[in-house]
């Protein structure tokens, strides 16, 4: 069971140059989020998306962009990367009818700015 | 603003009981969120309150109090695989998710 996948696991990137995300799941769910882990700090929500077709802005979306094309897509882009942006980024999803509303993530991208 | 704290870190012995506490100040409140997250992995679903009082799952369970603003996450008969981070997180009057910085429990032989 795929579940939702991500790539790159890691990447070093130099700053200023572009960078995509790719974060792919195959369980049908409507809702899908991007958020970035720091050390001492709690997960960050960068971007989210309610459904195909619609996106929002979290917490931290400065720097960032999303597209969300199709169900299962949902890629994460640096236009122009900076230091800063260096961080563990984690994809999620979740069904938004589920009595819980547990989310389910991908197993992280560790992305090093220079 | 909106603020959940829990502690940096714990330490305890394997078989034992340890209770990792939360606290949060949040703009309204939908539900609370355990997650489980080994070093280097992805954080993993494991309890989910709404209602006020515990839920127990196995070796696991959480309790909540909303007019305190308060969680525990209660680990029994540790074993060495428990050692991990755990996250707190509150879902808001907008849905949006708080997330603790998490608990780093070490497990001790």
């Known amino acids: 069971t795929a579940g939702i996948t991500q790539a790159p696991t890691s990447q070093i990137l130099a700053a200023g140059r572009s960078m995509t995300l790719r974060c792919t799941q195959d369980m049908r769910h409507n809702a899908m989020y991007w958020y970035r882990q720091d050390l001492g700090l709690g997960l960050r929500l960068i971007h989210y998306s309610n459904t195909a077709g619609t996106t929002g802005k979290g917490e931290v979306p400065d720097g960032y962009s999303v597209s969300r094309a199709n169900t299962d897509d949902f890629p994460l882009t640096l236009a122009s990367a900076v230091p800063s942006q260096t961080s563990v980024y984690f994809c999620a999803s979740s069904d938004s009818r589920a009595n819980t509303g547990e989310l389910f993530f991908g197993e992280g991208s560790r992305l090093t700015v220079l | 603003g909106q603020n959940i704290d829990q502690p940096t870190e714990m330490t305890a012995t394997e078989g034992a009981i340890v209770q990792i506490n939360c606290t949060y100040q949040?703009?309204?409140?939908?539900?609370l969120f355990w997650y489980q997250q080994h070093a280097g992995e992805a954080p993993t679903f494991l309890s989910y309150?709404?209602l006020d009082g515990l839920e127990e799952k196995g070796r696991f369970s959480s309790f909540l109090s909303r007019s305190k603003g308060y969680s525990y996450l209660l680990l029994k008969e540790l074993q060495m695989k428990d050692s991990a981070s755990y996250l707190c997180a509150v879902e808001d009057s907008n849905y949006q998710l708080i997330w603790g910085a998490g608990t780093k429990l070490i497990i001790k032989p």
């Open positions: 949040t703009s309204g409140f939908n539900g």
């Open positions: 309150n709404v």
